[in-house]
């Protein structure tokens, strides 16, 4: 089928052996690719009681039928596996440009499984596999294994996806990184690599990615180009700012969290601004491949060029530790980069530090506002030395060690992102019942409640968010199973858009409710495997912090997160039962 390279490679790190399969069709048009094909492969291969770091599990890398075709944004490829920091069906998503060399190398996904007895990486290159000696990479940071195997290859376009010392580290945050600075960063995928000593994945190909109907392909992504270029969030802020131009957005709302989450304002956000990093470390726009928006930033820090920080890395290491300092951020966030950390993580796991020394919980003095220190842990937590040990562990498992789990600012241990849940319900909402813990990506509420895309919602009321969060989260699913970028959705695009692009390229018949159908299919089989795992009704919440204590200034002030008027309404909406489990129609409705 077009979009598709047509093969799936099997590798198994314990006997050494690489077998390409071809890619059924069935798994194509129930699931699409990307993160639709790995949660199914990971689904099939792999006992949800497994432990996450044992050769049992697996690891998937996988594109869409988008990733590559030439359609606006269609870059994005997929890590799935049992992560390591909370035990989910997690999938991570990245952008860049390797996931579109993966398949005109000749394949559509790499199912990893078993582990290596000695450090390896996987060289891809025009329907070619080989495992090859990474002996000399090992200890390596992100930009030196990278640059390394470009030059033992004699291959300088090939792109690499690997770990840092904090994979190798078994870090429970530890990133997959491509590109050196795109990271598949959520739920600890990196450690995974690292378990498996399985230091990089490099590609390269001269394949085409070939498209069914090129001339009805134009007329939509004509359009789809004129609707990116005139929205007001990406036709205009991220291209001119980046990410972090939700900074004062998200501030003068109210919903900032500062300080591990004990308030949502923090009155020197201008300093860590998208504007600001414009005026100061700003040098180039970095684009992912086939990307008309550019919201990547190329920036200069002690003069040496990195990308970012987001939006996200800005908050978790800037106010979230009470740090205005832009120059320790962007440190930060390039050495979690190098590192191969999460740097949400990262920082969410330092403010909670920094909350339980200010309380006297834990012997060592860390600060609020302190940069250099901040720095310091990163490098600490990377390497796994002195504090760093335990708190790249993540935030969860380091309050509990020290008897105050609720300090930790996450939800199925995984750390909430840059939006007070108590000042946006339904971004709560969507939080709580991640099924890969508490990220904002997964259903980015923020999209209606803040931006007013596709419409304005009032972010403070708990009524009809049930809905919206249960579409968001299968659109989301959808979208990741494509292979394209979440920010064509803030143009807006919706459920018809996607269907359309899907069917130029494949040449298959989708619609608009096959598009939100598959996704609702992938967002159930993560949630089964998640049950299977262990995980329960009582998972699906937030600190007691955003449930008790309520916010202090602005609009939202007086406000908590309001689960009970949420939650049994979201669980009724997705035809699971009182306890959150999908109920026989459901699993027959969606062929499960």
Not at 418 to 424: E, H, K, S
């Amino acid at each position: 089928m077009d979009g598709y390279a047509g093969t799936i490679l099997y590798v198994d790190l314990t006997r050494g052996t690489l077998e390409p399969r071809p890619y059924p069709e069935e798994l194509q048009r129930q699931y699409f690719g990307g993160r639709g094909l790995g949660v199914r492969l990971i689904t099939d291969l792999v006992d949800p009681t497994t432990a996450p770091l044992g050769e049992g599990n697996v690891i998937v890398f996988a594109t869409g039928p988008l990733t590559g075709s030439g359609v606006p944004l269609g870059a994005r490829y997929g890590v799935m596996t049992k992560s390591p920091l909370n035990g989910t069906l997690c999938s991570s998503d990245s952008g860049g440009f390797f996931g579109t060399e993966l398949k005109r190398a000749g394949f559509d996904a790499v199912v990893i499984s078993g582990r290596s007895s000695t450090p390896v990486y996987l060289w891809l290159h025009d329907k070619v596999a080989e495992l090859k000696d990474a002996s000399a990479y090992w200890g390596k940071t992100v930009n030196e294994t990278t640059d390394g195997l470009l030059a033992e290859l004699g291959e300088p376009h090939a792109k690499v996806s690997c770990i840092g010392p904090a994979g190798e580290r078994l870090s429970l945050i530890a990133c997959v990184m491509n590109d050196k600075f795109r990271a598949a960063g959520r739920g600890g995928p990196g450690a995974v690599m690292g378990s498996k000593y399985l230091k990089a994945i490099v590609t390269r190909g001269s394949g085409k990615v070939t498209t069914a109907r090129p001339e009805e392909l134009k007329g939509v992504t004509a359009d789809i180009r004129a609707r990116i270029h005139a929205g007001g969030v990406t036709g205009t802020g991220l291209p001119e700012y980046g990410t972090s131009v939700l900074v004062n957005i998200i501030n003068n709302s109210h919903m900032l969290p500062v300080r591990n989450h004990q308030s949502a304002y923090f009155p020197t956000a201008e300093n860590l601004s998208g504007e600001r990093v414009r005026e100061t470390i700003f040098v180039r726009k970095k684009p992912c491949y086939a990307c008309i928006i550019g919201c990547g930033r190329g920036t200069v820090v002690d003069g040496v060029e990195g990308e970012g920080p987001e939006y996200e890395q800005t908050w978790s290491l800037g106010a979230d530790c009470a740090i205005d300092d832009l120059t320790w951020v962007a440190r930060a966030n390039n050495l979690c980069n190098n590192l191969g950390i999460d740097a949400l993580s990262a920082g969410v796991t330092i403010a909670c530090a920094m909350e339980l020394s200010e309380k006297g919980i834990i012997p060592e003095s860390i600060r609020f506002g302190d940069g250099e220190q901040m720095y310091d842990l990163v490098r600490q937590m990377g390497y796994r030395e002195g504090i760093g040990d335990q708190l790249a562990e993540g935030s969860y498992r380091f309050a509990e060690r020290y008897g105050h789990p609720e300090l930790s600012m996450s939800a199925k241990k995984l750390e909430l992102a840059a939006y007070d849940p108590r000042a946006v319900q339904g971004q709560g909402l969507s939080y709580a019942t991640g099924v890969r813990g508490g990220d904002h990506i997964n259903g980015y509420m923020i999209s209606p409640e803040i931006l007013g895309l596709p419409e304005r919602l009032d972010p403070f009321v708990t009524e009809g968010k049930a809905a919206w969060t249960r579409t968001f989260q299968d659109l989301t699913a959808a979208i990741d199973a494509c292979g394209i970028c979440l920010f064509t959705s803030l143009a807006p695009l919706g459920a018809a858009d996607y269907a359309a692009l899907l069917s130029g390229v494949t040449g298959m018949a989708v619609t608009a409710d096959q598009v939100m159908e598959t996704g609702e299919r992938i967002w159930n089989l993560q949630k089964l495997f998640n049950l299977r795992a262990g995980l329960t009704k009582a998972d699906d919440t937030l600190p007691p912090r955003l449930l008790h204590e309520p916010l202090q200034e602005g609009a939202p002030k007086g406000r908590v997160w309001e689960r009970d008027a949420m939650l049994d309404e979201y669980y009724a909406i997705r035809g699971w039962d009182a306890e959150g489990r999908p109920t026989p129609e459901t699993l027959h409705r969606l062929g499960l």
